[in-house]
């Protein structure tokens, strides 16, 4: 690609804002970002509070990846104070042991020193677990791990990039609604929402779980839902949770120690979908509902109780509490969760770069390095092969993450408006 190449894009999640900043620290000049949403996009799966920062793979490419983002967590002027380091236990009931075993022999060939711990021992190192842990079968515990506060850190890389020469556009002249082609097929760019087409040379899709809807992807990616939900803490609450560590299962979920607003974090272990036909190629797939979009919405209550049941095998004393947040988390995943970052095999100028796969937000500080090389033909081969586009892939599951299987959201009840339901009955009590 030349300096003055016409580089579109789609999406300011960690895949394209991360991929902005490193074109632009490349000296190309002439970078697009669209997004509905302003920095950081509200609707991104990155803009958090919190996400886990850790090398824990039994994938030797994530592992490495993971061990280079964290010395950039660590060590780059423009994410100081946002990464924090109580370490995390990383755990499975049965499903997802595999991955927690082979997590531990990546490790231990990498030279990253983690340790086993019983439930009894989890309780003893941190009174604060007086649940039963009932279900935390596979424990393992890295103190190198943390946390990052997300939002923040995707909306400095934005800034970054805006600074470097790039162009965000968000509202209805940043939502994308068509890819636009040639006669030949070449993409040539997109259009947005308010009818303004943008015309560029290369076009990166990273709208993660957006662009299945987009784009006939060919199966291969399938937006998530993630609940979520926060706990608000009083201060002397706050301080005395702030060295809980990170405690993950990968089955039941996930808690975080308290942010700075004295948030508490908990995440579920099991995710859903949404399929419907797309509008746009109508090919049946899944589509995220989030909560910005549909305000009035709440997550279903089975996942609510889920959560609370969940949260009661490890701080029991919370698991009642009043939820002050909820969220339907939406990123895509492939089967295989290797990230899909290639060109479009039939759409010159296109190339994907997304399936964050519920764990692309970690590597922000290097993800766009790597995108970068493949925009200008040099990714090493190792990652471009993992990477690569793979319609109608077999894939063995047993080694994989996450692995129970999703919830269709038409299949749940209670949530449609229940949001605004519950604020129409407490306003009517005050």
């Known amino acids: 690609m030349k300096s003055d190449t016409r ?23 002439d970078i697009t970002v669209l997004d509905p949403h302003a920095l950081p996009s509200v609707d991104a799966a990155a803009t958090d509070i919190s996400k886990v920062i850790r090398s824990d793979y039994n994938e030797p490419l994530y592992a490495r990846l993971g061990l280079e983002a964290i010395a950039q967590w660590r060590s780059d002027p423009l994410f100081q104070d946002l990464y924090h380091v109580p370490g995390w236990i990383l755990s499975a009931r049965e499903k997802s042991v595999p991955f927690v075993e082979g997590s531990v022999r990546t490790a231990q060939r990498m030279g990253v020193q983690v340790e086993r711990l019983e439930k009894n021992e989890v309780r003893r190192r941190w009174p604060l677990v007086t649940g039963d842990l009932e279900g935390w079968n596979a424990n393992v515990w890295n103190p190198m791990a943390g946390w990052a506060e997300a939002g923040e850190a995707l909306r400095r890389v934005g800034v970054a990039a805006q600074r470097s020469g790039c ?8 939502r994308v609604v068509e890819l636009v082609y040639g006669e ?13 087409a943008y015309v560029a040379d290369v076009v990166v899709m990273a709208a993660g779980a957006w662009t299945p809807g987009l784009l006939d992807c060919k199966g291969q990616l399938t937006a998530k839902g993630h609940s979520v939900i926060h706990i608000q803490m009083g201060e002397e609450e706050a301080k005395r949770y702030e060295k ?76 009642d509490r009043p939820f002050c947040f909820t969220r339907l988390c939406w990123d895509v995943d492939t089967a295989d969760r290797h990230f899909l970052v290639a060109p479009h095999p039939e759409h010159k100028g296109l190339f994907l770069a997304t399936g964050g796969s519920a764990h692309g937000f970690k590597f922000l500080p290097v993800l766009g390095k790597y995108i970068a090389d493949l925009l200008e033909g040099k990714l090493e081969d190792g990652i ?11 894939v063995e599951k047993r080694d994989l993450a996450h692995m ?17 339901e519950r604020l129409t009955i407490r306003q009517a009590r005050l």
């Open 384 to 394: 471009r092969k993992s990477w690569d586009w793979r319609p109608g892939q077999v």
């Open 184 to 196: 030949d097929g070449t993409c040539k760019g997109a259009r947005t929402a308010d009818g303004t």
């Open 167 to 174: 162009r965000f556009v968000s509202g209805e002249k940043g």
């Open 244 to 319: 809980l560590p990170i405690m993950d299962n990968l089955e039941l979920g996930y808690v975080f120690p308290p942010n700075k607003d004295r948030k508490f974090k908990m995440a579920h272990g099991q995710f859903v979908v949404n399929t419907m036909a797309s509008p746009k190629t109508a090919v049946m797939t899944s589509l995220p509902h989030t909560f910005v979009e549909h305000p009035e919405d709440d997550l279903p209550p089975v996942l609510q109780r889920a959560m609370r049941a969940n949260l009661r095998k490890i701080l029991p004393e919370l698991a």
């Open 404 to 420: 129970d299987d999703e919830l269709e959201l038409r299949d749940l009840v209670g949530w449609r408006g229940s949001k605004k």
């Open 7 to 29: 580089i579109l894009i789609i999406g300011a999640g960690a895949f394209g804002t991360s991929t902005a900043l490193a074109l632009a620290q490349r000296s190309y000049t």
